[in-house]
């Protein structure tokens, strides 16, 4: 099937088998690579785009439920200033990381913080219980999520509110 939707702010243009899973689309029709394969089950997240404003697993998203969509992997998310928020905030925290879920962590602070500009540490949990992250200690992921969303306040309003 030929599939219309706007990729990273682009129209694109794609064929695909109706039931091809979009992580697979992504990775091999664009590449676009950020997203990676990980458990394919919907457990892990490494493969977290967002999708219609929301943080989905692109495992579980066949291609016929793409057609008309918005789709924001990391690679277009990462010309943004609130990428840049999040960076920042896990860079100061000490988030270590060996890259492999980064979109999947990224994503979800992102969703987390339009939703939340402040979240409570309980928030920044739950938000994250879709990633099953090997390297991230949750007490500084938690810590970098708070500094991103005071980097975010400064850069918006000059000031925490
Ligand atoms: S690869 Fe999609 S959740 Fe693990
Ligand atoms: S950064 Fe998540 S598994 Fe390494």
Redesign the pocket.
């Known amino acids: 099937m030929t599939i219309h939707c706007i990729l990273n702010g682009e129209e694109v243009t794609f064929n695909a088998n109706v039931n091809e899973r979009l992580?697979n689309i992504l990775r091999e029709t664009f590449p676009l690579t950020g997203a990676?394969?990980?458990?394919?089950?919907?457990?892990?997240?490494?493969?977290?785009i967002i999708f219609n404003h929301k943080v989905v697993?692109?495992?579980?998203i066949a291609a016929f439920q793409v057609r008309g969509s918005k789709l924001i992997t990391i690679e277009g998310f990462a010309h943004t200033d609130e990428y840049r928020d999040i960076v920042q905030g896990f860079a100061r925290a000490g988030v270590r990381n060996c890259g492999y879920c980064d979109a999947?962590k990224i994503l979800t602070v992102e969703t987390l913080l339009v939703q939340n500009p402040h979240p409570s540490r309980l928030d920044i949990l739950a938000g994250f219980n879709?990633i099953?992250c090997r390297c991230t200690e949750p007490d500084s992921l938690i810590q970098g999520v708070l500094i991103a969303a005071s980097i975010r306040q400064l850069r918006l309003y000059g000031r925490a509110i």
Not at 57 to 60: D, N, Q
């Open positions: 992580i990676k394969c990980g458990c394919l089950a919907g457990n892990c997240g490494a493969c977290s697993k692109a495992c579980l999947g879709g099953r």
